[in-house]
């Protein structure tokens, strides 16, 4: 089974700076799509950025960027000019293009310092 | 342009006591999910469903029980309520469609029950 590991559970940035958060993956699969999940205090779970596994260009969504490394089986997030509101816990998670559901990580809480 | 809606969004249970937390969604998808929450672990899924009438265990079913008679609806029942299952429940739904797997999940707002 696949299985999903964020090794950082607390991270912490000074507002304006770039924070990377790490994720890394299990799978013998060679078809999948990888996501980035923020969650605020709010609890609503918000997608940050996806990435499918046959594309060899990192996703960008404005200050937020990934660095996907297939043979290695790593997929960081990378939060340029962090701003107060970026503070929340951020899932890693991974989606088979043939299985049915999702696997997350275990999640970073990131805070951000004014 | 309601997306998935959860109800309720907060609960506290005495033990033994049952309760149906609430799920619809109105983007026709096919595949529906139950997961819970719990600090430092997550989210684990407990059921699944593909379409209306097919439901499947994930990986912490016990304890819980799920229908599908609509596409819309997918209610998930806590009988005997434990406080092991105490936690915070969300439920999504996806497009089932390969070409479509890549947009995710859409997720409701969560249920934080308690059982106490």
């Known amino acids: 089974a696949q299985t999903v590991t964020q090794s950082q559970p607390e991270m912490s940035v000074q507002e304006a700076e770039t924070v990377t958060l790490s994720c890394t993956y299990d799978t013998s699969e060679s078809d999948y799509y990888l996501f980035w999940y923020k969650q605020p205090p709010s609890r609503q779970m918000i997608l940050v950025i996806r990435q499918e596994a046959y594309k060899q260009q990192n996703a960008t969504e404005n200050r937020f960027s990934v660095n996907f490394q297939k043979a290695a089986k790593s997929f960081s997030l990378k939060i340029s000019d962090s701003q107060l509101g970026d503070a929340a816990m951020y899932f890693c998670a991974y989606r088979s293009a043939v299985q049915y559901d999702m696997r997350f990580g275990a999640g970073t809480r990131l805070t951000v310092k004014p | 342009n309601a997306g998935v809606t959860q109800t309720p969004k907060f609960r506290i249970l005495k033990i033994g006591q049952s309760m149906t937390l609430q799920c619809t969604q109105d983007m026709n998808h096919n595949y529906m999910y139950w997961y819970r929450q719990d600090p430092g672990m997550g989210l684990k899924l407990i059921y699944y469903?593909?379409?209306?009438?097919?439901?499947d265990k994930g990986e912490v079913p016990n304890g819980y029980n799920v229908s599908r008679s609509t596409t819309e609806d997918f209610p998930l029942r806590l009988e005997l309520a434990a406080p092991s299952q105490t936690s915070v429940y969300f439920c999504?739904?996806?497009?089932?469609?390969?070409?479509?797997?890549?947009?995710?999940?859409?997720f409701g707002s969560g249920t934080r029950l308690t059982v106490v």
């Open positions: 469903s593909v379409g209306a009438g097919i439901t």
């Open positions: 999504a739904s996806s497009y089932s469609r390969d070409r479509d797997r890549r947009q995710g999940y859409t």
